[in-house]
């Protein structure tokens, strides 16, 4: 059998291969620049040649026009952002603090939040912001007081902050202060400062216990000498002869000469 090839049929299949082919590639450009998948705790922000369109996209399928617009995505979950801080406490001591805050990013003004400022957010606003607050409340209390009143340190960072970037669409939804740490000097004060407490506590405890043992012998001794009182006012001649009889052991002494006999009257 003679089979001849046909170069124009030939070059007519592969260049329909080639448009088939191409086509099928562009339709699948086309359509994943159409579909936008948005994950759950996020939402999109779309823009077109940089100008933002619309409302705010939800999770899930969305659609936009391809090659012209843009979805960015901003997370609305609660995040946590950990800040180091050098601050000057009320005392002029030199503190370092590890404060970490959990926040989310306000839906109704994410647009907002995202035309004045953008996806660094965090750098740009967040942390400094933290800074500052630390900084002010820092410089309102005691090296002391931040340690002692810990709680309240807390709670006034957190409603600085709440004033400072709910209006930005920021929402704080807790500060916890993981340290506190102070200067090497001032460390070894506080650990003087703890011992010489304790040895007065202690002195105070022995001082204590001796004014109550002192209190004890003197009412042991007035009680002893009421006793004797009592019973020296109870003794009559016979109660004394009676308890001489009582302790005698019934032998006579060997010589009585100028001497009369225990107990026996001679008349």
């Given at each position: 059998?003679?089979?001849?090839?046909?170069?124009?049929?030939?070059?007519?299949?592969?260049k329909n291969i080639v448009?088939?082919?191409?086509?099928?590639?562009?339709?699948?450009?086309?359509?994943?620049?159409?579909?936008?998948?948005?994950?759950?705790?996020?939402?999109?922000?779309?823009?077109?040649?940089?100008?933002?369109?619309?409302?705010?996209?939800?999770?899930?399928?969305?659609?936009?026009?391809?090659?012209?617009?843009?979805?960015?995505?901003?997370?609305?979950?609660?995040?946590?952002?950990?800040?180091?801080?050098?601050?000057?406490?009320?005392?002029?001591?030199?503190?370092?603090?590890?404060?970490?805050?959990?926040?989310?990013?306000?839906?109704?003004?994410?647009?907002?939040?995202?035309?004045?400022?953008?996806?660094?957010?965090?750098?740009?606003?967040?942390?400094?912001?933290?800074?500052?607050?630390?900084?002010?409340?820092?410089?309102?209390?005691?090296?002391?007081?931040?340690?002692?009143?810990?709680?309240?340190?807390?709670?006034?960072?957190?409603?600085?902050?709440?004033?400072?970037?709910e209006s930005k669409g920021?929402?704080?939804?807790?500060?916890?202060?993981?340290?506190?740490?102070?200067?090497?000097?001032?460390?070894?004060?506080?650990?003087?400062?703890?011992?010489?407490?304790?040895?007065?506590?202690?002195?105070?405890?022995?001082?204590?216990?001796?004014?109550?043992?002192?209190?004890?012998?003197?009412?042991?001794?007035?009680?002893?000498?009421?006793?004797?009182?009592?019973?020296?006012?109870?003794?009559?001649?016979?109660?004394?002869?009676?308890?001489?009889?009582?302790?005698?052991?019934?032998?006579?002494?060997?010589?009585?000469?100028?001497q009369s006999i225990p107990?026996?009257?001679?008349?």
């Amino acid at each position: 059998m003679n089979i001849f090839y046909n170069k124009d049929t030939g070059k007519s299949n592969i260049k329909n291969i080639v448009i088939v082919v191409g086509t099928a590639l562009f339709g699948i450009i086309l359509i994943t620049n159409t579909i936008v998948t948005i994950p759950v705790g996020k939402i999109g922000i779309k823009t077109q040649f940089g100008a933002i369109k619309g409302n705010t996209l939800e999770a899930g399928l969305n659609f936009k026009i391809p090659f012209i617009q843009k979805v960015s995505e901003m997370n609305c979950q609660i995040q946590k952002i950990e800040i180091d801080a050098s601050a000057a406490s009320k005392d002029m001591q030199t503190v370092t603090s590890k404060i970490a805050v959990n926040y989310s990013i306000d839906k109704n003004i994410a647009t907002t939040l995202y035309k004045e400022i953008g996806l660094k957010y965090q750098d740009i606003i967040i942390s400094p912001t933290i800074q500052e607050v630390i900084k002010g409340v820092t410089a309102q209390y005691t090296a002391e007081e931040l340690i002692t009143k810990r709680s309240d340190v807390s709670t006034k960072i957190s409603e600085n902050l709440i004033t400072k970037l709910e209006s930005k669409g920021i929402t704080i939804s807790g500060v916890n202060i993981i340290n506190f740490d102070f200067s090497t000097e001032y460390n070894k004060a506080i650990e003087a400062k703890s011992v010489a407490q304790q040895s007065t506590l202690k002195a105070q405890q022995d001082l204590e216990r001796i004014k109550v043992e002192a209190e004890q012998t003197i009412t042991k001794a007035k009680a002893e000498a009421e006793a004797m009182r009592l019973q020296k006012q109870e003794l009559t001649p016979e109660l004394i002869q009676k308890q001489a009889i009582e302790k005698w052991n019934g032998i006579l002494p060997t010589t009585t000469a100028g001497q009369s006999i225990p107990f026996i009257n001679i008349k």
